[in-house]
């Protein structure tokens, strides 16, 4: 345990998109700049909120190549690094290891459904010792809903045992808190750290020993949530705990990327930022028009990214 | 409709590893050139059963530069080139289409779970547009337990009404008969050729103007289901299409992938081929000894590949 841990509340960095749809490597430095002085613990890039396997390996290594040399600091970044193909795993893996980044995000080769937890450690094994860096931390990425191949607890415990120093924690998007409890309740206190998903179960698993939260609306209200993370021993946590519920009922009544989007085009006066890949499709303009409006009837405080544009 | 279509039998080829799981090239090659001698129509390489998606692009492009090479006439060809992201889609259907394939079998993006019809059908716009190459035949690959993300009637018209040209025809890997007779009814005659995913529906298909079949299990029978093809209308087609379901069914009763890598390995006595990447897991040896006697219980013809090794 040499690296310092990232805790606190990381959102997984929407990547904005130019015209023609290559990755824009300014407006996302930019955007993560912002986050990081809003108070994020840290930069979950490359995440599922981030369009991340829409975009080629070589993007992906361009953009982190990018952010690397606009000063954003490794010992903040937690790239997603897990793609269908071995080799690509381990491509980015490296990459971003060797730049001294403090931990991954790990989806499991997601590809192939039903396929056996014997499968999947192999696949886990292979990665980290082809990786064979000690700097290797692994965040397991839980999210069966897209993946659909998940990460069980005996799993888990497996992958733990063998790999004590590389497998540091998970990011738990099952929206579930019975499964939330079971692995705060299994690893808790054991240096697994287990970051629910999303902010509406940040005060429940801090309750629980909970490191934090990796969550997509991060990505336009960081403060309040890391407010929360701040003060969640304090009498008002319940309260604060309500009013980031209010905002990200509002944003995910709608499809969410789009909307966490759309949020930042509104806030910054910049269409550019609503661009999606497909087969995502941005929100029309009628529903932009709605969720600004929702927002606004909420007090929320419209991101302020200062764009280098 | 200048280009020749294939039509009947097609594998989707499985792909051979070396002892460190790079892919072995001259065993491809091997595979691939029996396969053609045997009968088969043509070869869909990049299948689910080839574990592309468990390749990186740059391992996939390789590959077919290595068949190529080694004489493979790309009038037989239909490789697998849908991948997550756009950039990738674009940059493999664009390598193999320069090089005169007869078509391309496109799942969709498939990382995204529930995205919407205008999603999908935006992704295939692009990819069409950015490809730009008239040849392009484009096979939608219709393989929703594994995708997710299903082609429905509508969105194949749709897709027809604004490239004619460049939507060929479907594979059907949904397995379900009655979902094959609506596409049938649906397509059949219009020059969208319409393949169910397996050969156990391949006189069913033909009956009601399928164009063949492209199946797993062509790997390792192509002679008897490619007679079935060239024979659908005799006397004896339901007594060949038993057979085939016999053998059919054999081999699926284990997971099916590397069920047809062992029966090579097994046929060919040389265990090589029996590798596969992670997430799968080869079968055991128990099991291995157990498929080669059901096999040979059936009369089964085991293939007898002349590897160059």
């Given at each position: 345990m040499d690296q310092a841990r990232l805790k606190g509340v990381l959102a997984p960095v929407i990547t904005p998109f130019q015209k023609d749809l290559a990755p824009d490597g300014a407006r996302f430095a930019a955007h993560c700049r912002w986050l990081l002085d809003q108070g994020a613990g840290g930069l979950a890039v490359f995440g599922t909120t981030s369009e991340a396997n829409s975009l080629s390996l070589d993007e992906r290594i361009e953009l982190f190549d990018h952010l690397r040399a606009a000063g954003i600091p490794p010992a903040r970044l937690m790239p997603g690094t897990g793609c269908c193909a071995l080799t690509d795993s381990v491509r980015l893996t490296r990459h971003v290891v060797g730049a001294s980044c403090a931990g991954v995000l790990m989806l499991p080769p997601?590809?192939?459904?039903?396929?056996s937890e014997d499968g999947v450690f192999r696949s886990f094994a292979e990665i980290i010792e082809r990786v064979g860096d000690p700097r290797l931390r692994i965040y397991l990425y839980h999210i069966p809903q897209m993946s659909q191949v998940p990460f069980t607890i005996p799993l888990i415990e497996r992958l733990l045992t063998a790999y004590p120093g590389a497998i540091a924690g998970i990011k738990d998007s099952s929206g579930d808190p019975a499964h939330l409890r079971a692995l705060l309740d299994a690893f808790s206190g054991s240096g697994f750290d287990v970051f629910p998903g999303s902010e509406v179960l940040l005060l429940e698993g801090l309750r629980h020993g909970g490191a934090g939260c990796i969550t997509a609306t991060g990505n336009v209200n960081p403060g309040p949530i890391a407010h929360l993370y701040a003060h969640w021993r304090s009498a008002e946590a319940d309260a604060l705990q309500a009013g980031l519920d209010a905002v990200r009922k509002t944003i995910q009544a709608f499809p969410l990327i789009p909307a966490i989007k759309a949020t930042i085009a509104h806030a910054t006066g910049d269409?550019?930022?609503?661009r999606v890949r497909p087969p995502l499709v941005e929100l029309d303009d009628a529903q932009k028009a709605q969720l600004a409006a929702q927002l606004r009837a909420l007090d929320f405080q419209m991101p302020q990214i200062s764009s280098s544009h």
């Open positions: 997601f590809y192939y459904k039903g396929v269409a550019a930022w609503s």
